[in-house]
Every structure is written in C-alpha cells, then in structure tokens.
C-alpha cells in the first residue's frame, strides 16, 4: 500500500496498523527464537567451552532492539519500495545487535571463545530478522483488505438503504399527490356532475316523471362513490389526518368504527412524544398496521372490543393492537399483513400477530409493531 493511500486512513487505523505490525512481528520473532535456540541446544553448539551467557543475552536483547527499531520507524505506513529498504536495515541492525551484544558479553566475562560471530551466523540472524519483520508487514496488509472490504461492503449495504429510503419517500410523496388529487379535484369534478344532474332532474320533471327519476337516481348513485369509494381510495393512498400528527391520524381511523364497537385509543401524548423521531415512512407504517389490525378484528374476528396501545422507552416504539374477538387460525394467509411485516423489517423494526390477547372464551388476538427511533435532534 502506497504512503498516499496509508495517508487516507484516518488516525485509529494507523495506530491499529502498528499495533499488528508489532504484536505479529514479535510472535514471529519469539517464535524464530525459540526455534534457533532449541536447535543450538540439540546441536550443543553451546558447549562449556563457550558458554552461554552471551548467545543468551545477544537472543535477548536483539529482538528487543529490533521491536523497538520497528516502533520507532514504522515500515508499516510506507510503500513497497521504502518498506523493503526499512526491513533490510532493521534485519541487518538486528544481526549487528545480535553480533555485538555477543562481543560485548563475552568481553566483560573474559571469554575469548564466544567473541567470534561467523558470517553464516550472521546472515542466518539477518534473515531471521526479515522474515519476522516482513511476517509482521505482511498481516498489516491482511488486516487492510480486511477493513477495506468491510468498509466497501457498508459503504453499499448504506447505499442500498438510502436508495429503498429515496424509493419509499417518493412513493409516499405520489400518493399523497394522488390523494390529494382524489380528495380535491376529482371529487369536486362529481359534486358539479352531481349538481347538474340534480338541475336536469328538475327541468324534465313536469315533462317526463321517468326520465327525471332517473336522472335523479344516477346523482345519488354519484355521491354515494363519491362519499364512499373516492374517500375510502383517498385514505387508502394516504392516511387521512397525517399531516397533522399520529394521534390525529388515529382518531381518524376509529372515528370511521361502527358505534356497536368500543374502542381505547392511546394517550395522544405518547404518540406526540416519538413522532418526531420516526421518518415519514415510519409514520405511515404505523397508521396502516393500525387500520390494518381494525379491519382483521372486525371482518375475521368479528370483536366488539379493540384497545390500541403505544409504549416509547429511550430507543422502540411499541404499538399494540388487541381485540377480543375470534382467534386467528395458525394457518392462516398474512396476505396484506405481510406486505406490512416487509416494510417493518426494511425499518429495522418487527411486526408480530399472536393469539390468545383477550378475555375467554373469545381469546382474540394482538398486533404489535416495535420500530427504532431516531436520535433525537440535538
């Protein structure tokens, strides 16, 4: 890796980089040590006539001189080239400190015997020393693929977030454009077709009973799609009152239940609490699994009693939906619970259905959805 590329890695990654080339070329170094010295035991290359302090302080301290020599230059940090002529420095500085510490040693103790270091002894130290300080560049490299592609790997993995989250927005936003549409311009466009109809039923009437009895008919058939299909699409595109906050969207959907049905909905203060740490998406999918557990407990579970439930700690919203009527079969298709189950998890959150919520013998069931909350703004 070049000194450029080694520059743009920011400071905890230099100091991890150090780190391993330190502990891997000590690990290679006491291993080579360890190695050599055995070897001249079995050989008896340290006989009495020689003695061993000397070998034994030089294998010592030259490793600790290297170690220390590889904290203070950090071959890591440069290029191919620049690295090559620090590890041949730092090896041939090892074997001289190997050599040197021997003579030195055996100098002080009288010892005329171990002065020598023969040029295979000292080439063998040389290379030793490269092969554990090259070992120790070498798993520096490994741990930077690593961390690189770890780093590619999120990189895309928040790339493909922000592309769904980008999707999402812009789905919301033609929906809530299309509603609005429905809401506005469409329905105003069947209240004048209604109004004219009404006008023509009364300008035929003394002429034609029939004719204007019909036409009569046609507008009431007109406002009945209006007040119901064209309003029950324009919720459906958009939560109706979202605009305005949860506890409002809320209200919305229960205000819309049979009186036969009692309802609790949850503290509007909770939901004003956490709805400014949900994104947009966030806050549609909790209308829609609310609207979507009022219509499974009525249509399937035909209850007559439903409590809507929101919790907030310090990082979850918990909002659950239990109602008293029939069970869910355990076979039972999720179908749209599904779709909704999908987005949770695309959230980070999770959606569960689980029987058995209410009072017996109608054991009912209860939706929950549990969602992450943003930090809150600072």
Same mark, same amino acid.
């Given at each position: 890796?070049?000194?450029?590329?080694?520059?743009?890695?920011?400071?905890?990654?230099?100091?991890? &980089?150090?780190?391993?080339?330190?502990?891997?070329?000590?690990?290679?170094?006491?291993?080579?040590?360890?190695?050599?010295?055995?070897?001249?035991?079995?050989?008896?290359?340290?006989?009495? *006539?020689?003695?061993?302090?000397?070998?034994?302080?030089?294998?010592?301290? @030259?490793?600790?001189?290297?170690?220390?020599?590889?904290?203070?230059? +950090?071959?890591?940090?440069?290029?191919?080239?620049?690295?090559?002529?620090?590890?041949?420095?730092?090896?041939?500085?090892?074997?001289?400190?190997?050599?040197?510490?021997?003579?030195?040693?055996?100098?002080?103790?009288?010892?005329?015997?171990?002065?020598?270091?023969?040029?295979?002894?000292?080439?063998?130290?040389?290379?030793?020393?490269?092969?554990?300080?090259?070992?120790?560049?070498?798993?520096?490299?490994?741990?930077?693929?690593?961390?690189?592609?770890?780093?590619?790997?999120?990189?895309?993995?928040? +790339?493909?977030?922000?592309?769904?989250?980008?999707?999402? %927005?812009?789905?919301? +936003?033609?929906?809530?454009?299309?509603? %609005?549409?429905?809401?506005?311009?469409?329905?105003?466009?069947?209240?004048?077709?209604?109004?004219?109809?009404?006008?023509?039923?009364?300008?035929?009437?003394?002429? &034609?009973?029939?004719?204007?009895?019909?036409?009569?008919?046609?507008?009431?058939?007109?406002?009945?799609?209006?007040?119901? %299909?064209?309003?029950?699409?324009?919720?459906?595109?958009?939560?109706?009152?979202?605009?305005?906050?949860?506890?409002?969207?809320?209200?919305?959907?229960?205000?819309?239940?049979?009186?036969?049905?009692?309802?609790?909905?949850?503290?509007? &203060?909770?939901? @004003?609490?956490?709805?400014?740490?949900?994104?947009?998406?966030?806050?549609?999918?909790?209308?829609?699994?609310?609207?979507?557990?009022?219509?499974?407990?009525?249509?399937?579970?035909?209850? &007559? %009693?439903?409590?809507? *439930?929101?919790?907030?700690?310090?990082?979850?919203?918990?909002?659950?939906?239990?109602?008293?009527?029939?069970?869910?079969?355990?076979?039972?298709?999720?179908?749209?619970?599904?779709?909704?189950?999908?987005?949770?998890?695309?959230?980070?959150?999770?959606?569960?259905?689980?029987?058995?919520?209410?009072?017996?013998?109608?054991?009912?069931?209860?939706?929950?959805?549990?969602?992450?909350?943003?930090?809150?703004?600072?």
């Amino acid at each position: 890796m070049s000194g450029a590329s080694q520059s743009r890695h920011p400071s905890s990654d230099a100091a991890t &980089d150090h780190r391993i080339a330190l502990v891997a070329t000590a690990a290679a170094t006491v291993a080579i040590t360890l190695y050599t010295s055995l070897q001249s035991v079995l050989l008896r290359t340290w006989g009495s *006539d020689v003695g061993v302090a000397a070998p034994a302080t030089a294998a010592v301290v @030259a490793p600790i001189a290297m170690l220390a020599a590889v904290h203070v230059l +950090r071959p890591e940090r440069y290029g191919l080239l620049a690295r090559c002529g620090l590890v041949l420095v730092l090896a041939l500085g090892a074997a001289l400190t190997l050599a040197g510490v021997r003579v030195v040693i055996s100098l002080l103790a009288a010892d005329d015997a171990g002065t020598s270091v023969g040029a295979g002894e000292f080439a063998s130290a040389t290379l030793a020393a490269a092969c554990a300080i090259g070992l120790g560049l070498v798993q520096v490299d490994v741990a930077r693929r690593i961390r690189h592609a770890e780093r590619g790997q999120s990189v895309a993995q928040a +790339r493909a977030a922000g592309l769904v989250a980008e999707l999402q %927005e812009e789905e919301l +936003r033609l929906r809530y454009e299309l509603a %609005e549409t429905i809401h506005g311009s469409v329905q105003g466009t069947f209240v004048v077709i209604e109004t004219r109809l009404r006008h023509l039923a009364a300008g035929v009437r003394p002429r &034609d009973e029939d004719g204007a009895a019909e036409l009569t008919a046609i507008a009431g058939q007109l406002e009945r799609l209006r007040e119901k %299909e064209l309003r029950a699409l324009s919720a459906r595109l958009y939560p109706v009152d979202l605009e305005r906050g949860l506890a409002p969207a809320v209200r919305a959907l229960v205000v819309r239940l049979p009186p036969s049905v009692a309802v609790r909905a949850p503290a509007a &203060d909770v939901l @004003a609490t956490v709805e400014h740490r949900l994104s947009h998406e966030a806050r549609v999918l909790v209308i829609r699994v609310i609207e979507d557990a009022l219509s499974n407990a009525l249509r399937h579970g035909g209850a &007559d %009693e439903i409590t809507i *439930d929101a919790r907030a700690d310090a990082d979850h919203l918990r909002v659950a939906v239990r109602n008293n009527g029939a069970p869910p079969r355990s076979d039972a298709p999720w179908s749209g619970l599904a779709r909704l189950r999908r987005r949770a998890e695309v959230l980070g959150g999770e959606l569960a259905l689980v029987a058995g919520a209410g009072a017996r013998p109608s054991p009912g069931a209860r939706l929950t959805l549990r969602l992450p909350l943003e930090d809150p703004p600072r």
